[in-house]
């Protein structure tokens, strides 16, 4: 092998060094930074439902404490978990049920939170 081979080797060695480094020092979002908005942070909800009857189900909202705070039954309504948009109505529920929450203290049943975000998003289609 030429010196002049070995030098080019040498070369691009170094350069694709520094690229790597440079690469791995510039600031971007990292995958801990990122929020989705369809995600819960200070509680959590809960469907319960039945295979055999898929139009009824209940709709629960529990606090970080595993405290229910409100329930709903839900009649007609197809809800589908897997949309994004579902999500974020269901969190926005399981927000106004916290901040009902705080004030009563009392578990809130059948007020038609849910129902209402999920007519919002889709017409009677979640």
């Known amino acids: 092998m030429s010196k002049y081979n070995t030098m080019k080797n040498v070369k691009l060695v ?3 060094g520094i690229v790597s480094v ?3 020092m510039t600031p971007g979002r990292s995958f801990a930074q990122i929020k989705e908005d369809w995600i819960p942070e200070n509680g959590f909800w809960e469907i319960i439902s039945n295979k055999a009857v898929k139009k009824v189900a209940t709709v ?3 606090d970080l404490d595993r405290h ?3 329930e709903e039954r839900l009649t007609g309504i197809a809800i589908d978990v897997r949309k ?5 109505a269901l ?3 399981l927000q106004t049920a916290l901040l009902a929450w ?3 203290k009392q578990v809130q049943k059948d007020k038609g939170l849910v129902a209402e975000m999920m007519e919002q998003i889709s017409g009677k289609r979640a």
């Not at 994004?84 to 974020?88: H, M």
């Open 14 to 16: 170094l350069i694709t």
């Open 22 to 24: 440079a690469a791995l």
């Open 60 to 62: 629960q909202f529990y």
């Open 68 to 70: 229910l705070i409100y």
């Open 84 to 88: 994004t948009t579902t999500c974020r």
């Open 91 to 93: 969190n926005r529920g």
């Open 102 to 104: 705080k004030e009563k």
